[in-house]
Nanobody
C-alpha cells in the first residue's frame, strides 16, 4: 500500500491543522494507522494510532487532549486533527499502516508499522 500524507503548512501557535492520510494500491481500511513525526535532530516518534476497526486509539502524552486521530472508511482515509499547536509540534508528519491480525489492536511505536508514506511538514511559528 502506498501512503500519502497531506495538509501540513505554517500555522501560528494556538492554531489548528488537519492532516489527511490517503492510500493507493490497497484499501487503508484493512490497516491500523499511525501518525508519527520527526523534528530536526530528533528521532521519529509516534504521536497517535488508531485500530483498523476505528474503535481503539492511542496518543503520545504530549499531544493527548490536543490531537485527535480518526478515519473515514467511506473515503479510505485517516486524519489527524491538531489543535492548540505549539512550536514543539513543528516536524515532518508521516502516516503509517500496519496489517494486524485483530481489527482492534494498534501499534504504539513507529517500528511496528509495515508502511510509511512521504511526510508533510508542519511548522508552528509566529
Amino acid at each position: 500500500v502506498q501512503l500519502q500524507a497531506s495538509g501540513g503548512g505554517l500555522v501560528q501557535p494556538g492554531g489548528s491543522l488537519r492532516l489527511a492520510c490517503t492510500a493507493s494500491g490497497r484499501t487503508l481500511n484493512d490497516y491500523a494507522v499511525g501518525w508519527s513525526r520527526q523534528a530536526p535532530g530528533k528521532e521519529r516518534e509516534l504521536v497517535a494510532a488508531i485500530s483498523s476497526s476505528g474503535t481503539e486509539t492511542h496518543y503520545q502524552g504530549s499531544v493527548e487532549g490536543r490531537f485527535t486521530i480518526s478515519r473515514d472508511f467511506t473515503k479510505n482515509a485517516a486524519y489527524l486533527q491538531m489543535n492548540s499547536l505549539n512550536t514543539a509540534d513543528t516536524a515532518v508528519y508521516f502516516c503509517g499502516a500496519a496489517q494486524l491480525a485483530l481489527s482492534t489492536t494498534i501499534r504504539i511505536t513507529a517500528r511496528g508499522y509495515d508502511y510509511w508514506g512521504q511526510g508533510t511538514l508542519v511548522t508552528v511559528s509566529s
